[in-house]
Nanobody
Framework: QVQLVESGGGLVQAGGSLRLSCAASGRTFGSMGWFRQAPGKEREFVAGIHMNAGVTYYKQSVKGRFTISRDNAKNTANLQMNSLKTEDTAVYYC???????????????????WGQGTQVTVSS
C-alpha cells in the first residue's frame, strides 16, 4: 500500500524557516512535488523534483526562498522554506507519481498519490 506522510509543519514568524518532509512507502516514484492550499483558494503548485536526476522546478514566487530536495535511500522529498511570508500560510501537501516527467508540469491532476497535508502558518 502506497503512503505519503508529511511532517514538519507549524507556526513561524515572518522571515523564519521551516523544513517539511515527505516519507513515501510502498513503492518508489519518478516525480515528487509539493503543493499548498490556503483557505478559500485553489490548490497550487509549489515545487517539483525528478527523483533520479534531482532536477527541480518552482513556482515563481518561492524561487530563491524554497528548496526541494530528495533522499532516494530514504524515499523522501523535503521542502526547505526560508524567508517565509504571511502569504505562504496554507496546508502543504506532498504528491508523488511514477512518471519521470510529472515533476516539471506543476499540475496537480498529473500526480497519482497524495499525503494528508501539514499546516504551515506564518505570523506577522
Amino acid at each position: 500500500q502506497v503512503q505519503l506522510v508529511e511532517s514538519g509543519g507549524g507556526l513561524v514568524q515572518a522571515g523564519g524557516s521551516l523544513r517539511l518532509s515527505c516519507a513515501a512507502s510502498g513503492r518508489t516514484f519518478g516525480s515528487m512535488g509539493w503543493f499548498r492550499q490556503a483557505p478559500g483558494k485553489e490548490r497550487e503548485f509549489v515545487a517539483g523534483i525528478h527523483m533520479n536526476a534531482g532536477v527541480t522546478y518552482y513556482k515563481q514566487s518561492v524561487k530563491g526562498r524554497f528548496t526541494i530536495s530528495r533522499d532516494n535511500a530514504k524515499n523522501t522529498a523535503n521542502l526547505q522554506m526560508n524567508s517565509l511570508k504571511t502569504e505562504d500560510t496554507a496546508v502543504y501537501y506532498c504528491a508523488a507519481d511514477p512518471s519521470r516527467t510529472t515533476w516539471s508540469t506543476g499540475r496537480p491532476e498529473k500526480y497519482d498519490y497524495w499525503g494528508q497535508g501539514t499546516q504551515v502558518t506564518v505570523s506577522s
